[in-house]
């Protein structure tokens, strides 16, 4: 069996998850309500605020999907419950990023200032300059709307100037040696 499949959910207080006929997981709490369909497949069982997902089949791909389909619902539970946050920091001579209205203006050392709209799902705030926080109940739309941005200006690998995650390690390429050698 998948370690990760036969884990049981624990729902918080205040976390509701109901599953339609069609194997489709509505799951709202605090933050607001997510849903997911769940392949027919795999049976979930809720049971005083425990949820066990089972599979009916031994097949791989089934078991592929067993703990799949549990680490999706977790992730909505923890997402309708806590959130979640990514934080992107950026580095260069005169770049800098401001939130006017519901877009995030950046200067990137380019011709023009880059605008990007805020998406359902996701809210985008702007402690410094020079700092992004990312946030929004599901998972995958904060991380990908983080990399969406970070995909505008990447980290140059001479000076490490560009959008990174904050606290990422970037490795930078050693420069030339003028005049090395020459006499």
Do not use: W
């Not at 997911?36 to 049976?43: L, W």
């Not at 419950?81 to 950026?90: D, M, P, R, S, Y």
């Amino acid at each position: 069996m998948s370690r990760i499949g036969r884990k049981e959910i624990i729902l918080p207080a205040g976390v509701n998850l109901e599953v339609s006929p069609k194997n489709e997981v509505t799951i709202s709490g605090p933050k607001g309500t997510l849903k997911q369909v769940v392949d027919n497949s795999i049976k979930i069982e809720n049971q005083n605020g425990k949820v066990q997902l089972k599979r009916n089949s031994d097949e791989k791909e089934i078991r592929a999907l067993h703990g799949l389909y549990r680490a999706l619902l977790a992730n909505n539970v923890e997402g309708v419950t806590n959130g979640f946050v990514k934080e992107l920091e950026i580095k260069g001579v005169g770049y800098k990023v401001s939130k006017q209205g519901t877009k995030l203006v950046m200067n990137l050392g380019l011709s023009h200032p880059v605008e990007v709209e805020e998406e359902d799902g996701v809210k985008i705030e702007c402690p410094s300059a020079t700092e992004i926080k990312i946030s929004g109940i599901d998972k995958q739309k904060v991380g990908q709307f983080a990399a969406k941005i970070r995909d505008i200006k990447p980290v140059e690998p001479y000076h490490g100037y560009g959008i990174r995650y904050k606290g990422e390690r970037v490795i930078t390429k050693v420069g030339k040696a003028a005049g090395k050698g020459k006499k």
